[in-house]
C-alpha cells in the first residue's frame, strides 16, 4: 500500500505562512494526493487536492515536487482556526477506492 | 443543504453488549465510507460501500463488526459483544462516486462510542 509520512506536530505564529510536509515515495503513476484536515471534535474536511500540478484554492495551496514524491501543503496566512490535524492521504492503488488515513501533522498556531 | 449525519453522537455501553450505529448519507452519494478514530490516533478504514456493487469489509477488524446499506442509503454499522478496546469515534463519509481518482469525502461528525 502506498504510504505517506508526515511530522506529528508543527507550531505556526498567527497570520504567518505554514508549509506542511508531506512525503509518499511509494506514489503510484495515478494516485491523487489528497489533504484534509480534522478539526477539534469534529469530522475531516476536503483541503485540497492535485495529481501533477501544482494547486490553489481558497483554503490552500499543494505544491508537488516534480518526481511526485513528496508534496507540500502551503497556508498563506494561519489563523486560530487552522489548528487542527492535517492528513496527506494517498488513494489505495489497489482498486478498492479507500483511502488510507495516517495520523496526520498536529499544527498548533499561536497567537 | 444537508450534510452527512450520524446518530447517536455519544453511545455509552456494557461490555458484551451489542451496539448499532446509524449514518445519513448525503442524497445522491453512492459511495458510503466507516472510520474509527482511537483517542490520538488517525482514522482506521473499515468498510466501504459503492453504489450495489459487494462491499469492501477488508478494514473490519474481527467477525463482531458488521455493516449493511440498505437502498443504497442509509447505513448501520454492528458491533456484537463490544469489548473496551472497541471504544473509539466511529466516523462516517460519503462521497458522489467511487470509481474515480478523485472523490471528495464528506464525513460526518461521528458517533462516540465508550466500551465500560
Known amino acids: 500500500d502506498a504510504k505517506t509520512t508526515q511530522p506529528n506536530s508543527m507550531e505556526s505564529n498567527e497570520e504567518e505562512p505554514v508549509h506542511l510536509p508531506c512525503n509518499h515515495s511509494t506514489i503510484s503513476g495515478t494516485d491523487y494526493i489528497h489533504w484534509y484536515r480534522q478539526l477539534p471534535s469534529q469530522g475531516p474536511e476536503y483541503v485540497i487536492h492535485?495529481?501533477?500540478s501544482n494547486v490553489n484554492n481558497r483554503m490552500a495551496s499543494l505544491a508537488i515536487a516534480e518526481d511526485r514524491k513528496s508534496s507540500t501543503l502551503i497556508l498563506h496566512r494561519a489563523t486560530l482556526r487552522d489548528a487542527a490535524v492535517y492528513y496527506c492521504i494517498l488513494r489505495d492503488p489497489s482498486g478498492t477506492y479507500k483511502y488510507i488515513f495516517g495520523t496526520g501533522t498536529r499544527l498548533k498556531v499561536l497567537a | 443543504g444537508a450534510g452527512v449525519s450520524q446518530s447517536p453522537s455519544n453511545k455509552v455501553t456494557e461490555k458484551g453488549k451489542d451496539v448499532e450505529l446509524r449514518c445519513d448519507p448525503i442524497?445522491?452519494?453512492?459511495?458510503l465510507y466507516w472510520y474509527r478514530q482511537s483517542l490520538g490516533q488517525g482514522l482506521e478504514f473499515l468498510i466501504y460501500f459503492q453504489g450495489n456493487s459487494a462491499p469492501d469489509k477488508s478494514g473490519l477488524p474481527s467477525d463482531r463488526f458488521s455493516a449493511e446499506r440498505t437502498g443504497g442509503s442509509v447505513s448501520t454499522l454492528t458491533i456484537q459483544r463490544t469489548q473496551q478496546e472497541d471504544s473509539a469515534v466511529y466516523l462516517c463519509?460519503?462521497?458522489?462516486?467511487?470509481?474515480?481518482?478523485?472523490?471528495?469525502?464528506?464525513f460526518g461528525p461521528g458517533t462516540r462510542l465508550t466500551v465500560l
Open positions: 442524497s445522491g452519494h453512492t459511495a
Open positions: 492535485g495529481l501533477t
Open positions: 463519509a460519503s462521497s458522489l462516486a467511487g470509481k474515480r481518482s478523485f472523490n471528495e469525502q464528506f
